[in-house]
């Protein structure tokens, strides 16, 4: 699988972004995406994450009630809604893919495909 992450960019505190994350190769609707994201100096820490076959939804609380994932199956792609941006909120954005679980994954190791990351940055 390999993961095309696009949609980074400057923004003023309280705009918005959309982040998009094509998926190729071996890629199945039963496939988990997810968001990270790592701030300089900082570990990659968890954002968001769907199961693409049901439609489950899990968010970091630093983000929830602001940020949207969402999935088009039919064209591979998961996306990250950004809204009410914050300076805290920059970082280099990852997607990342792994197979199919019933439960949420929220950690890095559990992921096994990443996407080569897309730099938003949110100016005061």
């Known amino acids: 699988v390999q993961l095309q992450a696009s949609g980074g960019g400057l923004v003023q505190t309280g705009g918005s972004l959309r982040l998009s994350c094509a998926a190729s190769?071996?890629?199945?609707?039963?496939?988990?995406m997810g968001w990270f994201r790592q701030a300089p100096g900082k570990e990659r820490e968890f954002v968001a994450t769907?199961?693409?076959?049901?439609?489950?939804?899990v968010y970091a609380d630093s983000v929830k009630g602001r940020f949207t994932i969402s999935t088009d199956n039919a064209k591979n792609t998961v996306y990250l809604q950004m809204s009410s941006l914050k300076p805290e909120d920059t970082a280099v954005y990852y997607c990342?893919?792994?197979?199919?679980?019933?439960?949420?994954?929220?950690?890095?190791?559990?992921?096994?495909?990443w996407g080569q990351g897309t730099q938003v940055t949110v100016s005061s």
């Open positions: 990342a893919a792994r197979g199919y679980s019933a439960i949420a994954h929220v950690r890095p190791g559990e992921y096994d495909y």
């Open positions: 769907i199961n693409r076959s049901g439609g489950s939804t």
């Open positions: 190769g071996r890629t199945s609707s039963s496939l988990v």
